[in-house]
């Protein structure tokens, strides 16, 4: 499935290009094929294919897959079916750095890493106060952590809004609305490497913590009586998500509603034990974001939608489907 | 000693919740906890399984303070059914069970064939093999109870502390939920509600009201109609059951002795 995926979102675009040559492309660059096949291809479309769509399209799964999984490992968190990945700060902290970047031309010495720079800067700092605020006594509370998480998300909203509305530049103002509506036409060979590993630390821990992920989903006083720290294990949480989804912002701006919706997707499919809600998350964002990116080039091709747009367009009535059925309870449970 | 608890004193803001309770549980006991609602009953169960910190006093388990113990330690001899068990998300019985497992994995390890065993093994005994599949939100108040207490078996914890395990549940359940309870040949110390299920399982009974321990003993010595008067403010009625030999308690209203006594 995710291969197919995959093939159809490098096929399609403002230039056609057969499967075949695809994969032959693909394969052409891999180490051990790569004399075996001939190159019956342009030099365009090998171009087209290997410096533009296909790192696009590993983007486009490290993104979905990360948001994902960040997204499951925050619901088990909070014990709230309706936090998503952005819930501690992160997108918001991101696009105050995103808009300073593009509208004042903050970070200018770092060139073009400028803008994830500073988004990642700024998601990092919006979690620490959170992390901060949510903090009695040491420990940490999970309502105030969401509580507070909603507080700082609204200051910072107005912080953007105050330098979009300060702004002159019609083309500033709309470059940060394309930002806040998530792309990933920032995707180069050159950009995968940070993510890519920040992914696979991340969901490899998340992965093999999977029995404390489901301990905790049984609230406070099971966890402590199965002999689980909890306030260790959430502070741990908190780093690891907060460190993917900063990393994942500042490649692709903040794309909503794939942190919120995979998640309740794939419980739907598998059950709420994270043994198989983490592996299942990574695999259904990332084919969910390919797919998505490919109709976000096309639909209004030769311009590009925010993929934002369309992941909640696709995402909203599907969401909207699941909460009319009966049998999934949305962790509401039986209490 | 099993579980002892030394002059524990906790108290919420202003409001003095345990005043110096102490209380012991020796290896193999079944050890009841009775008194009327806001007694402290729970409070004093959440400050011996470390969901609440005592104001004063400490907690021995096994013969060491609790709070010089690691967790994973505590939960390898203690194992733990609330009063409540919300179950969000939904998960299957296995899924339940299996969480038990917990406190005997290091951190980065995965299930191994040892565990499935123990999982099966504790479904057996708990008598909810044919529901290990089914949802956990599906089942009723019964199998429910019983699935937390199979997740407490497979900990393998010597000692078993019970909020009202028969809550809510009707007189066939409670009374399967108690069997199983006293089948399980562990070291017991429960919250009860109903004085004749206390009277009926327990070696030894604690009473509490106002957090304090009132009295202790056996059912016979502690379940008196003195006693049920002054702690419980209710008349009552006491006789030995000729069959088991236990305390066999018969409630009398303010109003059936009025017209009893004309």
Sequence with gaps: MLFIAMTFAIIVGSVAITPSIVWRVIFSHMPFFGNVIEADWTKAQEIIIWELRVPRTILAMIVGAGLAISGAAIQALVRNSIADPYILGVSSGASVGATAVILFGAFSFLGIYALSFASFLGALLAVIVVFMLAKVHGRISVIRLL????????????ITNFMLLMSKQEGGIKAVMYWMLGSLGGAKWSVLPIPLITFIIVFTFLYLQYRNLNVLLMGEEAAITLGM?????????????SL?????????????????IIPHIVRLLVGSNYKHVLPISALVGAIFLVIADAVARTIIAPEEMPIGIITALCGSPFFIWMLRRNSYSFGEGDT | MTIEAKAVSYRIVDKQILHDISLNVQSQEFVGLIGPNGSGKSTLLKNMYRLLQP????????????RQQKDKAIAKKMAVVGQESPVLFDFSVRDIVAMGRAPHKKMFALDDKDDVIIIDQALQQAGISHLANRDFSSLSGGEKKRAIIARALTQQAKLLILDEPTNHLDIKHQLQV?????SLKLTVLVALHDLNIAATYCDRIYVIKDGRVVTSGTPV???????????????AEVTLHPLTQRPSITYLSEKQIKEHLQ
């Design chain 2, 178 to 182: 108690m069997d199983l309870i006293s």
């Design chain 1, 229 to 241: 720290n909890v306030d260790r294990f959430r502070k741990i949480l908190i780093l690891a998500v």
């Design chain 2, 221 to 235: 010595e502690v379940l008196t109609p003195q006693l049920l008067r002054k702690v419980f403010d209710v008349h």
């Design chain 2, 55 to 66: 104001e004063h006093g400490q907690i021995i388990l096994y013969d060491e303070d609790i």
């Design chain 1, 244 to 260: 993917l989804t900063g990393v994942i912002v500042a490649v692709s701006g903040a794309i909503g509603f794939v942190g919120l």
């Design chain 1, 147 to 158: 509580l507070a998480g909603i507080a700082i998300s609204l200051v910072l909203s107005a």
